[in-house]
């Protein structure tokens, strides 16, 4: 995945994580979730 494609991901993530945190609530496993895969990819692109 180039850096521009892993950018482009971790933005539709985050957006997608607001999304389901304002209806489903901060404690929602599907936000829990999408939590995790957003900070997997962010280290990611962090060298991390």
Do not use: H, P, Y
Not at 15 to 43: C, F
């Amino acid at each position: 995945m180039s850096s521009e494609e892993l950018c482009k991901t971790i933005e539709v993530i985050r957006m997608k994580l607001i999304e389901v945190g304002m209806s489903q609530g901060l404690t929602a496993s599907d936000t829990i979730k999408l939590s995790e895969i957003l900070d997997k990819l962010i280290n990611i692109k962090m060298g991390v």
